[in-house]
């Protein structure tokens, strides 16, 4: 990583960054895994020091097992519907015709939106009462009476992703979009001399351009959507049935409704852990792809 | 046989008209050059050609067959680009043998077409390597070499050779006459580097917003230039333009300069004088021009000298080993017959029969 001419001086420049480094991110890191260790309390006592007992009590806890595989369901569902909806719509508006400048704007809107605001918008939208998808459903007869779309544990997941790819698609659009106006018009052109349909164009002549770019919005898309915390809190609160509890707000429960901030450290610790091995394993295939792609 | 003829071909994008009614007739083995400054149209000809935009108006017939509305794939037309246009993440040899696979021939066929044409091309060491670990150069031959496997009836080129540094385009431009000569194949060949056009060029189309000015034989272009424009278009230095007045003397150039008297133009004209048919030794029959010296450059092989004339200078191409200094005066001599007149108010060039 260091470069042979990293000197001293180079060293003793980024000294100041390091130390607010160490101060903003390392200390709170360090005293979070000292706190994983103790059985300390939100309220009372600093705790005593259990070894990893949290670690062991959390991993093997049902609580953690169903969180972690309901953050997996949402982080895979809604990166996936992203990513395709996101490169068939860029693809869609990286066509002439007329009024294209118009809806690439638009398409911004909603990931302009702060998360709290989509996440009430769409509340409304499954609102059981008077929210549109029911009144829509049921006037197009695809339904027959109203659904508590988050009450039930059967669609309240999906509503969740819905919510979320409606908000995050568009990041990766514009992301696509810019890659595709990469794309050499020569390089189409010939392809298009050389008689390759419209799936081998993408295939040999787009994606080479959009590979690298899409990488990168998968690795942020993943991240976030491991960590997703306020979309479900504003929605459904973890709820019905736990059956949308993520990790995070299993985090936030455990440290500060049942106040039990060791355990809590602990399981933070866990899910940064993963974020971690996930952030690596991207930067690794994002390297190979940047290596082929030229 | 007539193998490439265009007629009436128009272009207009929305009410620009860019391409004002080409008419062209090409025989096959020809070399034809498109010529002419930048946006003039020369790649939206040949993208018609080629098929990947259609012209408002006119016909495109390839070998008798009448190519509007064909698709690119089905014309028999290969293109080369100026930035190569190569698949960066396929490998030279799918690079070159793309065209055959899209088509569906099978892998052994192709394998074999595919080397023959790297072979030509001199590529064939580079078959598996990546187009960004190629020079140039390299780029550029597999990008002619993917044209070459498909054996197509024409050849397009736009500006393919100006991407590179001026080494390589020297030795690129022999590469690709060597290998006109040596295929026999029909070119068209967008540039606008005038010396690759009078090189390569069989024949020279000279494009002017959106038309053709001239069509002819580098000889013809270069020596009987159509109008003031094709003749400041060709040549470097580029032809001396000097002003007239006509008098009872006869036609005076440059404020009297010199006089020519045989020439007894109706409508006023302008005279053009290219650098090198000006000499420093008298002949019979030569028109004079008296002058000083004014500035000297010497290229190497031959010193460009530039004479000041009354109100006005000429350029002239002298031979290196002429002593030359400044300030000193001079008398350039030139071929009555090497002076060309045009119209001073079309630019059209005029011949100017004696009375
Ligand atoms: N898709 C297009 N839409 C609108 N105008 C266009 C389009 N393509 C070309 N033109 C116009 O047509 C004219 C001719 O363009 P063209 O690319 O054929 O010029 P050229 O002779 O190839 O120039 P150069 O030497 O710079 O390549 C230009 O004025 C250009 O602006
Ligand atoms: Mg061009």
Redesign the interface.
Same mark, same amino acid.
């Given at each position: 990583m260091f470069s042979e001419r990293m000197s001293p001086r180079a060293l003793l420049l980024m000294l100041p960054l390091v130390l607010v480094m160490i101060a903003v991110i390392g200390w709170p890191l360090v005293d979070t895994i000292r706190l994983s260790m103790t059985d300390a309390r939100l309220a009372g006592t600093s705790g005593e020091f259990i070894g990893a007992d949290n670690y062991t009590k959390t991993v093997s806890s049902r609580n953690f097992q169903s969180a972690f595989w309901a953050t997996m369901r949402f982080s895979v569902w809604s990166v996936s519907i992203e990513l395709v909806l996101g490169v068939l719509v860029a693809l869609l508006l990286n066509q002439r015709f007329y009024g294209r400048t118009l809806l690439r704007a638009l398409m911004i809107l909603p990931w302009a939106l702060p998360t709290v605001v989509n996440a009430t918008l769409w509340r409304l939208i499954y609102n059981p009462e008077y929210g549109a998808l029911n009144a829509l459903l049921t006037q197009i007869g695809m339904l027959d009476a109203y659904r508590s779309w988050l009450g039930e544990p059967s669609s309240a997941m999906t509503a969740l992703i819905v919510a979320d790819v409606w908000k995050n698609f568009p990041l990766v659009a514009l992301i696509a979009l810019a890659a595709l106006q990469a794309v050499?018009k $020569?390089?189409r +052109? &010939? &392809?298009?001399? $050389?008689? +390759?349909?419209a799936w081998?164009r993408f295939r !040999?002549?787009i994606?080479? !351009?959009l590979i690298g770019p899409l990488m990168v919005a998968l690795v942020l898309r993943t991240i976030e959507a491991f960590k997703v915390f306020d979309l479900i809190w504003i929605m459904t609160r973890g709820g019905p049935a736990n059956s949308t509890r993520s990790l995070s707000i299993l985090v936030y429960q455990e440290a500060f409704a049942f106040q039990r901030v060791g355990s809590g450290a602990s399981l933070a610790l866990i899910i940064t852990l993963i974020i971690t091995v996930l952030a690596v394993a991207y930067l690794m295939i994002m390297r190979r792809f940047a290596g082929? &792609?030229? | 046989m007539s193998t490439l003829e265009l007629r009436e071909i128009r272009k207009s994008y929305g009410t620009l008209e860019t391409l004002k009614g080409i008419n062209l007739n090409l025989e096959s083995g020809e070399f034809l050059v498109l010529l002419g400054a930048s946006g003039c149209g020369k790649s939206t000809l040949l993208s018609m050609i080629s098929g990947l935009s259609d012209p408002t108006s006119g016909d495109i017939t390839l070998n008798e067959r009448r190519l509007n509305g064909v698709h690119p794939k089905d014309r028999d037309i290969a293109m080369v680009f100026q930035s190569y246009a190569l698949y960066p993440n396929l490998s030279v040899a799918r690079n070159i043998g793309f065209g055959l696979e899209m088509r569906g021939i099978d892998r052994s066929t192709r394998e074999k077409a595919v080397l023959e044409a790297a072979k030509v091309l001199q590529v064939d060491h580079l078959l598996d390597r990546k187009p960004g670990d190629l020079s140039g150069g390299q780029r550029q031959r597999v990008a002619i070499g993917r044209a070459l496997v498909r054996k197509p009836k024409l050849f397009l080129f736009d500006e393919p050779l100006s991407n590179l540094d001026a080494k390589l385009r020297l030795e690129m431009r022999s590469e690709l006459k060597r290998l006109h000569q040596m295929l026999g194949v029909t070119v068209v060949y967008v540039t606008h580097d005038q010396i690759e056009a009078m090189t390569l060029a069989s024949r020279i189309a000279v494009m002017r917003g959106g038309c053709i000015e001239q069509l002819g034989t580098p000889e013809e272009i270069y020596n009987r230039p159509a109008s003031r424009f094709v003749a400041e278009f060709m040549g470097s230095p580029p032809i001396n333009i000097l002003a007239t007045q006509q008098t009872e003397r006869g036609l005076e150039i440059a404020s009297g300069a010199a006089v020519l008297k045989d020439l007894r133009p109706t409508d006023p004209v302008v005279v053009g004088i290219r650098p090198e048919a000006l000499k420093t030794q008298a002949f019979d029959g030569a028109i004079t021009l008296s002058g000083t010296v004014d500035l000297v450059e010497l290229t190497g092989p031959e010193q460009i000298v530039s004479v000041a004339l009354n109100d006005t200078r000429v350029t002239a191409t002298l031979p290196a080993d002429l002593p030359l200094a400044l300030g000193q005066d001079i008398d350039l001599f030139v071929e009555p017959n090497r002076i060309l007149t045009f119209d001073a108010n079309s630019g059209d060039r005029v011949e100017c029969l004696p009375h």
């Open positions: 050499p $020569d390089i +052109a &010939a &392809a298009i001399s $050389d008689g +390759a349909n081998k !040999y002549v994606m080479p !351009y082929e &792609a030229r | -």
